[in-house]
């Protein structure tokens, strides 16, 4: 029997799928489109608090903004529907293989990452914006992570022309170099935001960070008196540890193949497998 015959493998969904459980690719869709139409209720208002301004180096107490101004679309309609139809393209793999935690820690880190990078170019060259709005610069870099893990997929342009999708990124990537590069201030995208995100993102993938792990743990607070060293059994722990192997492996065979696997996570799936076929016989 072949590991995707166990019960205990449930393939990838494809597609708009309706019901079970809602990826964070499509919380963090629904909060920026809810938002973009709550701005437009309130007449601006609400993305002109959002967004990240260029003096936030002479008044650091806005340092939320960093984080709120990914958040935040201009006024054409056009700006959230292609930074979120992109989120929701490439982002739906990238967090099949981080889970929906991670994904969330880099795609916030991605935000604030971008944002700095626009403040630095902003005080380096002295030019004059109202404010920087939009998730481009995190989509960018969700946009390269996903390339670092499936170079080869074909990406349908129009729904007509297949092409690799290392190919297809790697254009959006060159465009945006170009207009990092150009001369004069011909429009309004903040080009060194979608490279810094892109830079970001490739830099994650290929010294294989986990943001989560990075991260400070929160420290415990120690009894002053000691006590007898009791311990609560807890089966239902063991087997949760259990199945987040399994699905450690089983998004370890999405990205790099079965043969990947090494003989002690084969016989993690093979004990899954006997588990599994023990609860149907009972």
């Not at 973009?36 to 609400?46: I, M, W």
Request: hydrophobic share 45%.
């Amino acid at each position: 029997m072949g590991i995707y015959d166990r019960d205990y493998y449930e393939p990838q969904p494809t597609g708009i799928q309706l019901g079970g459980p809602r990826r964070m690719v499509t919380n963090l869709v629904l909060l920026n489109v809810g938002i973009y139409f709550l701005d437009d209720v309130l007449g601006g208002t609400l993305v002109d608090r959002m967004k990240l301004s260029p003096d936030l180096i002479q008044h650091p107490w806005r340092a939320w903004e960093l984080l709120t101004y990914g958040f935040a679309h201009a006024e054409t309609p056009m700006h959230v529907i292609g930074n979120m139809f992109f989120l929701w393209f490439f982002g739906r793999e990238v967090e099949t293989v981080y889970g929906k935690a991670e994904f969330l820690r880099l795609y916030l880190v991605m935000i604030v990452v971008s944002g700095l990078a626009w403040l630095g170019v902003q005080a380096a060259t002295g030019a004059i914006s109202g404010g920087l709005v939009g998730a481009s610069g995190a989509v960018t870099g969700v946009m390269v992570v996903f390339v670092c893990h499936f170079p080869k997929r074909k990406i349908y342009i129009w729904a007509v022309l297949p092409v690799p999708a290392w190919v297809f990124v790697g254009f959006h990537l060159l465009n945006d170099l170009a207009g990092a590069t150009r001369a004069g201030d011909f429009d309004n995208t903040a080009y060194e935001a979608h490279l810094a995100g892109a830079a970001f993102g490739f830099l994650y993938h290929q010294f294989h960070w986990n943001i989560g792990r990075m991260l400070p743990s929160l420290p415990t607070i120690k009894r002053f008196r000691r006590g007898p060293k009791l311990r609560v059994h807890d089966p239902g722990s063991r087997e949760k540890k259990q199945e987040d192997q399994v699905d450690e492996i089983l998004a370890k065979i999405s990205r790099e193949g079965e043969e990947s696997l090494t003989k002690k996570e084969r016989r993690v799936l093979e004990e899954a497998s006997r588990r599994a076929q023990r609860r149907q016989e009972s």
